[in-house]
């Protein structure tokens, strides 16, 4: 069996960038950047604007009361000209007028007619400057992560509508086996419901990728050989879950070598030890256990990487905490345990409790988990009061 290190190593190699496209920004969100910043063409603010509803004077006017000569609103365009002994009434937002160069708050000025009393203020008091936020010309740097909310606001400040960003990868997802059936199709003896395709394809779009769906195939050589085949023509990578054992039915792992080459197959991780990688051309073939816990768990050691690496991306995105365990979790002491567990913050520190069953059937613990406790090779049990990696999914419980 190789180790995980050895598995991961193997297959971020393969992993290609994938192109450079530009996008608008109202399909930029979890997009990466494929240019680490762009220029500003313009100061941001363009204008010096009041950062108060209130009365823009001339600093120097103040304390006193005032002649109200007028009101400029936001996207004002025609500015009155604010000179010795008046003000102007101004919104947040609105241009300051020529010759005012501070705002006094509303709430800090009383109005008697036309004249406004005001306190005394300093130059710049609730002024905001043009360029405070981005000078023109000045580089601004898009940070190497999936876009957020608040990344596409700079871009957009700056008047640019599009940005040069990493094509998604797209994914084939290829569930095999003759019990899978349909969600929502009525079973019969012998089927059970196919969770795979599903799941898997939604932990693709998690992943920044396109899933492209596949129909499922039955333990069919020949089947398997013609989905897999136009699998490859149309995507970046393939993910196929089951076949890759040892059974009399398991073809994929075959198919993968008769097609292309196969580059690495069991690992010693628990779950998912049977494990296929290969290449077909130059398209990545990963071939996950078909138990849906194994392969949502090798999914996200093997795959997520590879599909960040191809977005230009480094590891897996995930934190990772020392977690206190309190109660004795078996496993495989010749294999590297990833076990479902909730971590949770006491008292300053990360404890993690067990989410449920371990067994690789049992698909609802992995639900109610947000973790994965990383306990080592060698051991045949967590060592009750003993600290472990965990690989936090979501947040803390």
Partial sequence: MRSVEEALTAILAAGRLTDVERVGLDRCLGRVPAEGSVVAPGDVPP???????????????????????????????????????????????????????????????TEDGGLI???????????????????????????????????????????????????????????????????????????????????????????????????????????????????????DLLVASGGVSVGRHDHVRHVIERLGSLELWRIAVQPGKPLAFGRIGDVPIVGLPGNPVSALVTFELFVRPLLRAMQGLSGDGRQRVRARVAERLGKDPERRAYLRVVVSAEDGRYVATSAGGQASSQLRPLAASNALLIVPEGLEATVPGETYDALLLGGLA
């Avoid at 009041?50 to 936001?74: K, N, Q």
């Avoid at 779009?205 to 136009?230: H, K, M, N, S």
Wanted: charged share 20%; net charge negative; aromatic share 2%.
């Fill in 47 to 109: 204008f010096a604007n009041s950062s108060m509803d209130g009365f823009a004077v001339r600093a120097a006017d103040t304390p006193g009361e005032l002649l109200l000569d007028g009101e400029v609103a936001a996207g004002a365009s025609s500015l009155p000209t604010v000179t010795a002994g008046r003000t102007v009434r101004i919104m947040t937002g609105a241009p300051m007028p020529p010759g005012a160069d501070a705002v006094v708050p509303i709430e800090d000025a």
């Fill in 117 to 235: 009393g005001l306190p005394a203020v300093v130059a710049g008091r609730f002024v905001r400057a043009a360029g405070h936020d981005t000078r023109a010309g000045e580089t601004v740097a898009l940070p190497p992560e999936p876009m957020t909310p608040s990344v596409i606001a700079v871009v957009a400040s700056l008047g640019l509508h599009e940005v040069a960003v990493r094509a998604r990868p797209r994914v084939a997802v290829l569930s095999t086996g003759d019990e899978l059936v349909e969600p929502g199709l009525q079973l019969q003896p012998g089927q059970i419901h196919d969770a795979n395709s599903v799941a898997l394809a939604a932990a693709a779009r998690e992943a920044g990728a396109e899933p492209v769906p596949l129909p499922r195939v039955g333990d069919d050589p020949e089947d398997i050989e013609e989905a897999i085949g136009q699998a490859v023509a149309r995507a």
